[in-house]
């Protein structure tokens, strides 16, 4: 393809692996009052993207198929006939009909047909929740747009479960979109671009059901659109204000007592912290009816100062600042009614001054000196959107974007090299050295830190496109297909922040393989930087159709395949490139379901679906697993007591991979020990040659009924499966009596060759199971006469042994594919050597929410959100072997915690003064500072119990009686409450706008 056309296609014809959605449709039929179909008529919509015209076709349809989210007013006109006008409230992934009736010329002016614009959307069987801009602003709420997104039935932040979850999805499962930029996480699956707010036009939460334009998800995904300019001109200033004082009490600590052989509660005071974010917005035309534009920045800068008393009786203050900035800017247009067009883009870039203690005091660093660390970080993305409809029944929109994240550490220099004497080292080595080399044991040429970050960089680059096609054959069908792709990259460079070099004065090094012993005349040294490093990309891509078919007036079938193509980088410098590959032909995702209108009025939807949906592995795995984390140790015979004369640019880790000789002056080179083996360079050894892709089936049942106009009420029942999941497997190799160590494969727990790693007299690992069971009840009341309500009731149960890829039996840790659910098999196993299943650690079986939104006559409007939910599963845990955790018990034993029960309030009051509205606001989160306990402290033990795998499953042994046999590995604060909820939030906020 030659080079201007291929430049052409990427820029004109954009779009990602991960569809972005960011329009509805508007859709309908002109009729006379007879029921006679008007051909010709003109239909036009005035909105957001200015004036937009299509003309009904020969059936008197017509549609809108690509239109912003907002408030239209739709009007009908044809010769001889009086106009019709509508209006309707469109939201991201959604369409909505408007049916018109015209009256011939004469019998009556314009006719409002309200009547005929339905709640209900009966042309997909997908759930989702519509967050709107009235809805996010009034109802209290944190900061951030994910604040917003529990307030969707079957939706939670667990911190238990890595973050946001839905229907008993973990954290590290969801996909996270703003304005059609892919904004998660490539690491480990979590939202990587927080953003106001008040910066966003709505919020849609796709719980199931979702196309096969949808992909790379086995959670939900949450589609976020930024607001965009109108014909009116729109802006104002804005600050919120919050100080920790104003909030509810410290909560608890719980520790070991430092004076006996029990536990104790610690009780900090408060952090001195304050917290502002002023900010402003503008939005208006650049060109009346066809160019607009918004723009908004708001800045955080919150100050910290925290107290705290050291164990050593030392009492010091810390402080920290922080400071972030956050920004929109877009443009949107149209070119008559045949184009339409958005570019845009968003940024959070933020930075940390200090660190602060631990409120316990329990650490040996208490000098302010010792919390000069900090970090920065940049945080963007870039997007345009183009819609083209060059015929009445085709669309084609393309799409590009670029999402970027960075992190690096501040306060910390990075000398290039540190020499170190080691401890190690022998005083007689040490006393052999001319006085100008000799240094003590423990001597450090410079501050060493094991964990910095000079870089660790994301980019995700999208390009794609699709189209719809409109047509009638056996009922109506509109067809989407397209090409979707992504390119993703990682540049990283994080752990010590220089080479280390330690010396081992007056010690022989014994070679690894042959154990000789060789030694300089002044011993040995090493050089060594444990540290992530690498750069590399990996492309996924992906292809969908779609078919919406409309078969009869009263049914619709949602029928789409979505393939994917994915690619798993190697980080090293040998191997292979992907060490892990799947084809379109082993991600193939069938997505069906139907909407059934049973009495034809469009007040009823029955609705079902079923669909596979597939994990895109992150990139925690092949950092860890396929090179990125290295450790080379590189050995010297120490021939010169000249230390210092190895600070030279060639005694340097380089790619810190074996295959590098640095010459290091001070020494002659022994050997070069790789301490982290790369899996992709062999990958038949490690890796299952019949890998298969992480995989969940869903099926769900609904029903919707629109009781009145603006009132919905639904209940559904959902069924979610893990087919399989990839994990890091490991067993134990020995290689002597004495001389062990693990050995980790990359394998689909219970399938392939996790069934045959094990000895004959032990189980195989089981299969990766999660089953989601829900019943959902909702209640929505749109706002009409000074009030809304919403609500849900959820029913639901969570059981298996594998939560996900974040794990809520490590308090929600989120490493994808190598979390500990099976790094050894007696994690799956309880006391008896049975398998472990049961409760999941983030199941509540009943979860209750509301949010009502109410103005008072005198421009004040009060928003309260309520959320009651059972507390989760407590497991007693303990451990054998090498600190090998397993649920002596099985799941649940020690009961639940608390039930959780949140409300918040917010209160607006309005003024205005001629053209502006001044509105003075508060938000109170968690009114009443409930402090229910959210965690207890579940391992029992505080070593391990003497039992090998083998002796593990051979049984005989009792858990009660070598507990008691050992009663110093009693741990003193087991079934301690240790976490709490989050104390009372208190935020005022101040608005001038126009």
Same mark, same amino acid.
């Given at each position: 393809?030659?080079?201007?056309?291929?430049?052409?296609?990427?820029?004109?014809?954009?779009?990602?692996?991960?569809?972005?959605?960011?329009?509805?449709?508007?859709?309908?039929?002109?009729?006379?009052?007879?029921?006679?179909?008007?051909?010709?008529?003109?239909?036009?919509?005035?909105?957001?993207?200015?004036?937009?015209?299509?003309?009904?076709?020969?059936?008197?349809?017509?549609?809108?198929?690509?239109?912003?989210?907002?408030?239209?007013?739709?009007?009908?006109?044809?010769?001889?006939?009086?106009?019709?006008?509508?209006?309707?409230?469109?939201?991201?992934?959604?369409?909505?009909?408007?049916?018109?009736?015209?009256?011939?010329?004469?019998?009556?002016?314009?006719?409002?047909?309200?009547?005929?614009?339905?709640?209900?959307?009966?042309?997909?069987?997908?759930?989702?929740?519509?967050?709107?801009?009235?809805?996010?602003?009034?109802?209290?709420?944190?900061?951030?747009?994910?604040?917003?997104?529990?307030?969707?039935?079957?939706?939670?932040?667990?911190?238990?479960?890595?973050?946001?979850?839905?229907?008993?999805?973990?954290?590290?499962?969801?996909?996270?979109?703003?304005?059609?930029?892919?904004?998660?996480?490539?690491?480990?699956?979590?939202?990587?671009?927080?953003?106001?707010?008040?910066?966003?036009?709505?919020?849609?939460?796709?719980?199931?059901?979702?196309?096969?334009?949808?992909?790379?998800?086995?959670?939900?995904?949450?589609?976020?659109?930024?607001?965009?300019?109108?014909?009116?001109?729109?802006?104002?200033?804005?600050?919120?204000?919050?100080?920790?004082?104003?909030?509810?009490?410290?909560?608890?600590?719980?520790?070991?007592?430092?004076?006996?052989?029990?536990?104790?509660?610690?009780?900090?005071?408060?952090?001195?912290?304050?917290?502002?974010?002023?900010?402003?917005?503008?939005?208006?035309?650049?060109?009346?009816?066809?160019?607009?534009?918004?723009?908004?920045?708001?800045?955080?800068?919150?100050?910290?100062?925290?107290?705290?008393?050291?164990?050593?009786?030392?009492?010091?203050?810390?402080?920290?600042?922080?400071?972030?900035?956050?920004?929109?800017?877009?443009?949107?247009?149209?070119?008559?009614?045949?184009?339409?067009?958005?570019?845009?883009?968003?940024?959070?870039?933020?930075?940390?001054?200090?660190?602060?203690?631990?409120?316990?005091?329990?650490?040996?660093?208490?000098?302010?000196?010792?919390?000069?660390?900090?970090?920065?970080?940049?945080?963007?993305?870039?997007?345009?959107?183009?819609?083209?409809?060059?015929?009445?029944?085709?669309? +084609?929109?393309?799409?590009?974007?670029?999402?970027?994240?960075?992190?690096?550490?501040?306060?910390?220099?990075?000398?290039?090299?540190?020499?170190?004497?080691?401890?190690?080292?022998?005083?007689?080595?040490?006393?052999?050295?001319?006085?100008?080399?000799?240094?003590?044991?423990?001597?450090?040429?410079?501050?060493?830190?094991?964990?910095?970050?000079?870089?660790?960089?994301?980019?995700?680059?999208?390009?794609?496109?699709?189209?719809?096609?409109?047509?009638?054959?056996?009922?109506?069908?509109?067809?989407?297909?397209?090409?979707?792709?992504?390119?993703?990259?990682?540049?990283?460079?994080?752990?010590?922040?220089?080479?280390?070099?330690?010396?081992?004065?007056?010690?022989?090094?014994?070679?690894?393989?042959?154990?000789?012993?060789?030694?300089?005349?002044?011993?040995?040294?090493?050089?060594?930087?444990?540290?992530?490093?690498?750069?590399?990309?990996?492309?996924?891509?992906?292809?969908?159709?779609?078919?919406?078919?409309?078969?009869?007036?009263?049914?619709?079938?949602?029928?789409?395949?979505?393939?994917?193509?994915?690619?798993?980088?190697?980080?090293?410098?040998?191997?292979?490139?992907?060490?892990?590959?799947?084809?379109?032909?082993?991600?193939?995702?069938?997505?069906?379901?139907?909407?059934?209108?049973?009495?034809?009025?469009?007040?009823?939807?029955?609705?079902?679906?079923?669909?596979?949906?597939?994990?895109?592995?992150?990139?925690?795995?092949?950092?860890?697993?396929?090179?990125?984390?290295?450790?080379?140790?590189?050995?010297?015979?120490?021939?010169?007591?000249?230390?210092?004369?190895?600070?030279?640019?060639?005694?340097?880790?380089?790619?810190?991979?074996?295959?590098?000789?640095?010459?290091?002056?001070?020494?002659?080179? +022994?050997?070069?020990?790789?301490?982290?083996?790369?899996?992709?360079?062999?990958?038949?050894?490690?890796?299952?040659?019949?890998?298969?892709?992480?995989?969940?089936?869903?099926?769900?049942?609904?029903?919707?009924?629109?009781?009145?106009?603006?009132?919905?009420?639904?209940?559904?029942?959902?069924?979610?499966?893990?087919?399989?999941?990839?994990?890091?497997?490991?067993?134990?190799?020995?290689?002597?009596?004495?001389?062990?160590?693990?050995?980790?494969?990359?394998?689909?727990?219970?399938?392939?060759?996790?069934?045959?790693?094990?000895?004959?007299?032990?189980?195989?690992?089981?299969?990766?199971?999660?089953?989601?069971?829900?019943?959902?009840?909702?209640?929505?009341?749109?706002?009409?006469?000074?009030?809304?309500?919403?609500?849900?009731?959820?029913?639901?149960?969570?059981?298996?042994?594998?939560?996900?890829?974040?794990?809520?039996?490590?308090?929600?840790?989120?490493?994808?594919?190598?979390?500990?659910?099976?790094?050894?098999?007696?994690?799956?196993?309880?006391?008896?050597?049975?398998?472990?299943?049961?409760?999941?650690?983030?199941?509540?079986?009943?979860?209750?929410?509301?949010?009502?939104?109410?103005?008072?006559?005198?421009?004040?409007?009060?928003?309260?959100?309520?959320?009651?939910?059972?507390?989760?599963?407590?497991?007693?845990?303990?451990?054998?072997?090498?600190?090998?955790?397993?649920?002596?018990?099985?799941?649940?034993?020690?009961?639940?915690?608390?039930?959780?029960?949140?409300?918040?309030?917010?209160?607006?009051?309005?003024?205005?003064?001629?053209?502006?509205?001044?509105?003075?606001?508060?938000?109170?989160?968690?009114?009443?500072?409930?402090?229910?306990?959210?965690?207890?402290?579940?391992?029992?033990?505080?070593?391990?119990?003497?039992?090998?795998?083998?002796?593990?499953?051979?049984?005989?042994?009792?858990?009660?009686?070598?507990?008691?046999?050992?009663?110093?590995?009693?741990?003193?604060?087991?079934?301690?409450?240790?976490?709490?909820?989050?104390?009372?939030?208190?935020?005022?906020?101040?608005?001038?706008?126009?």
């Amino acid at each position: 393809m030659p080079w201007p056309l291929a430049l052409t296609l990427a820029l004109l014809v954009p779009g990602p692996l991960m569809a972005q959605e960011t329009t509805g449709a508007i859709e309908g039929v002109v009729r006379d009052t007879s029921g006679a179909v008007l051909p010709g008529a003109t239909v036009n919509t005035v909105g957001p993207p200015g004036t937009i015209s299509t003309v009904a076709d020969a059936r008197g349809e017509f549609r809108f198929p690509r239109l912003p989210s907002g408030r239209y007013k739709i009007t009908a006109v044809l010769a001889g006939f009086n106009a019709g006008e509508g209006n309707v409230d469109l939201t991201v992934g959604s369409t909505s009909r408007v049916d018109f009736a015209l009256a011939l010329g004469g019998l009556a002016e314009t006719i409002e047909v309200t009547s005929s614009t339905p709640a209900i959307d009966l042309t997909t069987a997908m759930t989702a929740t519509n967050i709107s801009r009235e809805r996010i602003s009034l109802v209290p709420r944190g900061r951030n747009f994910t604040d917003v997104v529990g307030q969707a039935a079957g939706a939670a932040d667990e911190s238990q479960a890595g973050g946001i979850s839905i229907d008993g999805s973990s954290g590290s499962e969801n996909r996270f979109v703003i304005d059609g930029i892919d904004t998660t996480s490539p690491q480990v699956g979590t939202n990587a671009m927080p953003l106001r707010a008040e910066l966003v036009e709505e919020v849609q939460v796709k719980s199931a059901g979702y196309s096969a334009e949808f992909g790379g998800s086995t959670g939900g995904v949450i589609n976020v659109i930024t607001r965009s300019g109108t014909n009116a001109w729109r802006g104002g200033l804005m600050a919120d204000f919050e100080q920790r004082s104003w909030g509810g009490s410290e909560r608890r600590l719980l520790r070991e007592s430092l004076t006996g052989n029990d536990f104790t509660y610690i009780n900090p005071p408060k952090d001195d912290e304050s917290r502002i974010d002023p900010g402003f917005f503008l939005g208006g035309p650049v060109l009346r009816d066809h160019v607009w534009f918004f723009g908004s920045y708001v800045p955080g800068i919150r100050d910290t100062k925290r107290t705290v008393t050291f164990t050593n009786g030392t009492t010091d203050t810390f402080p920290q600042d922080f400071r972030v900035h956050y920004g929109t800017f877009n443009v949107t247009g149209n070119a008559g009614s045949k184009l339409l067009y958005r570019a845009g883009a968003n940024f959070s870039p933020y930075e940390t001054t200090g660190t602060l203690p631990p409120q316990d005091g329990r650490t040996s660093l208490s000098s302010p000196g010792d919390y000069q660390r900090g970090s920065k970080g940049d945080r963007s993305t870039y997007s345009g959107s183009v819609d083209y409809l060059p015929l009445s029944n085709l669309v +084609i929109s393309g799409r590009v974007g670029r999402f970027r994240t960075d992190v690096e550490s501040t306060g910390v220099q990075f000398p290039g090299l540190i020499h170190n004497f080691s401890t190690a080292s022998t005083p007689a080595g040490i006393a052999a050295l001319p006085d100008q080399f000799r240094r003590s044991v423990g001597f450090l040429s410079d501050i060493l830190v094991t964990d910095a970050t000079a870089t660790d960089e994301y980019r995700r680059n999208y390009v794609g496109v699709d189209a719809t096609w409109y047509l009638s054959a056996f009922g109506e069908h509109q067809i989407k297909g397209g090409f979707q792709t992504e390119r993703i990259f990682n540049n990283v460079q994080r752990g010590y922040n220089a080479d280390r070099i330690l010396y081992y004065a007056g010690r022989p090094y014994a070679i690894a393989a042959t154990g000789q012993q060789v030694q300089g005349t002044f011993g040995y040294f090493r050089l060594l930087n444990i540290s992530t490093l690498g750069k590399v990309s990996s492309p996924n891509d992906a292809l969908f159709v779609q078919d919406t078919w409309r078969a009869t007036s009263r049914l619709t079938l949602n029928l789409g395949l979505r393939a994917e193509h994915e690619r798993v980088p190697n980080f090293g410098e040998r191997g292979v490139k992907n060490p892990i590959e799947f084809g379109y032909g082993e991600k193939l995702a069938p997505r069906l379901g139907f909407a059934y209108d049973p009495l034809g009025n469009q007040q009823w939807k029955l609705y079902g679906s079923f669909g596979k949906y597939y994990d895109v592995m992150k990139y925690e795995l092949p950092r860890g697993s396929f090179g990125g984390d290295k450790w080379v140790d590189y050995f010297y015979t120490w021939d010169s007591p000249n230390w210092q004369a190895n600070s030279t640019s060639g005694c340097a880790t380089g790619t810190n991979t074996a295959s590098v000789r640095p010459t290091c002056p001070a020494g002659t080179f +022994i050997e070069a020990l790789d301490r982290r083996h790369n899996s992709a360079e062999d990958p038949d050894e490690g890796i299952d040659p019949n890998l298969k892709p992480m995989e969940e089936n869903e099926f769900q049942l609904g029903l919707n009924r629109e009781l009145r106009p603006g009132i919905v009420v639904g209940a559904r029942y959902v069924f979610k499966d893990l087919v399989r999941t990839i994990e890091d497997v490991g067993i134990l190799v020995c290689d002597a009596p004495g001389s062990c160590g693990e050995v980790f494969y990359i394998a689909n727990p219970g399938e392939g060759i996790s069934l045959t790693l094990n000895d004959p007299g032990v189980p195989a690992f089981p299969k990766a199971t999660r089953e989601y069971q829900g019943l959902e009840l909702t209640f929505e009341r749109r706002y009409a006469q000074n009030w809304a309500l919403f609500g849900s009731y959820t029913f639901s149960r969570l059981y298996g042994n594998y939560s996900g890829l974040a794990s809520s039996d490590e308090n929600g840790r989120t490493s994808p594919n190598v979390n500990r659910f099976f790094d050894h098999l007696e994690n799956s196993f309880d006391r008896n050597g049975q398998p472990v299943l049961g409760r999941l650690g983030t199941d509540r079986p009943h979860q209750f929410k509301a949010q009502f939104i109410y103005g008072f006559n005198w421009n004040m409007t009060m928003g309260l959100n309520q959320y009651v939910a059972s507390g989760i599963p407590v497991s007693e845990e303990a451990n054998v072997g090498a600190n090998v955790p397993f649920f002596p018990y099985g799941r649940g034993n020690l009961g639940r915690t608390d039930v959780l029960s949140r409300t918040d309030l917010s209160l607006y009051q309005s003024v205005r003064f001629a053209n502006l509205d001044l509105r003075l606001g508060m938000t109170v989160l968690n009114l009443f500072d409930q402090d229910a306990v959210t965690r207890r402290f579940r391992n029992r033990m505080v070593g391990s119990l003497p039992l090998n795998t083998d002796r593990f499953f051979q049984g005989g042994w009792d858990y009660e009686a070598l507990l008691a046999a050992n009663p110093r590995l009693t741990e003193v604060r087991f079934n301690q409450p240790d976490e709490f909820q989050e104390p009372r939030q208190v935020r005022f906020n101040l608005t001038l706008q126009f």
